[in-house]
């Protein structure tokens, strides 16, 4: 069967990516998913930043984040349960999807990052409604892994990789996580 194929770029193009990683603190601390990514992502030659590992202490984060959503290629965002809940993840998000292409990658099952979503609705967390209906109509937000959740770091940045070198099945990640 032939897999379809998608993504970035071509194959024989392997160009540097720059991506920034938006993630709720609390994900990263339970199972370091987020920075196993991002150093695998560098390993394989791209311009990672993300905040534990890039942010300049000197500096507000605002002003470091908002003009490397600029400068991106990809905003990577790993939505967990608790993502929109927060109003800097939120914040971040919304950033993402104006300035750069969005990819998602779910650490928890759709129906309970919904269930979030609606709390965070319910308490008048506007981006948390966006991301609501984005979510809702999967044709607007790309999913790297389809809705599987997966926390493994191997896994996600090996077709994190292919998608931006453009080699990228869905059905092989899919299966993958």
């Known amino acids: 069967m032939e ?8 194959e024989t193009n392997n160009k540097t990516r ?17 920075s196993g990514v991002a150093n ?25 984040f908002y003009p490397r959503c600029v400068e991106a290629d990809y905003g990577i965002a790993f939505v967990s349960k608790d993502y929109p809940l927060s109003e800097w993840t939120t914040q971040e998000w919304g950033v993402l999807g104006n300035k750069t292409t969005r990819l998602h990658i779910l650490l928890h099952p759709i129906p309970e990052i919904m269930e979030s979503i609606d709390n965070a609705v319910k ?14 109509n999967s044709g607007s937000v ?14 996600i940045a090996e077709h994190l990789h292919r998608y931006l070198i453009g080699t990228f099945s869905k059905e092989e990640a899919c299966d993958a996580a």
């Open 142 to 155: 790309q999913f790297l892994l389809g809705d599987i959740p997966c926390r493994d770091p191997e896994i």
């Open 123 to 136: 308490s008048g967390n506007t981006h948390g409604s966006k991301m609501g209906m984005e979510l809702a």
């Open 40 to 64: 695998i992502m560098k390993e394989k030659g791209h311009d990672v930043w993300w905040e534990l590992g890039d942010i300049n202490p000197a500096d507000a984060f605002q002003r470091q």
């Open 3 to 10: 897999r379809s194929r998608i993504g970035g770029q071509s």
């Open 18 to 34: 720059k991506l920034v990683v938006s993630y709720k603190t609390s994900d990263e601390k339970e199972d370091n998913v987020v």
